[in-house]
């Protein structure tokens, strides 16, 4: 280990080094990150949802796929909870 060389930053090493950074401008850049997270989610989750709604004759099943559909909201509902819990 290197003498002298602290392993956590200060609260003054992680300020923004620009003082006319807007008040509100952190939590709308969070929203639109977790839109994006949302979105993404739901279009790859579509992707590898959907051949699983296909029963053994090959008809789709849109019922099972709405199921697996909601399920895969209320997974990403869940860790947005748990990240915005910790911020």
């Known amino acids: 280990?290197?003498?002298g060389h602290r392993l956590t930053?200060?609260?003054e090493e992680l300020a923004p080094r620009n003082g006319n950074q807007v008040e509100g401008s952190h939590s709308m850049w969070d929203r639109k990150r977790q839109i994006i997270w949302l979105l993404t989610?739901?279009?790859?989750?579509s992707f590898f949802l959907y051949p699983l709604a296909?029963?053994?004759a090959g008809a789709f099943d849109w019922q099972y796929f709405l199921q697996l559909?909601?399920?895969l909201v209320v997974v990403i509902g869940?860790?947005?909870y748990i990240y915005s819990r910790k911020s």
């Open 54 to 56: 296909r029963d053994d």
């Open 78 to 80: 869940v860790m947005f």
């Open 9 to 11: 930053p200060t609260p």
């Open 41 to 45: 989610g739901l279009v790859f989750g």
């Open 1 to 3: 280990m290197l003498r």
């Open 69 to 71: 559909e909601m399920l």
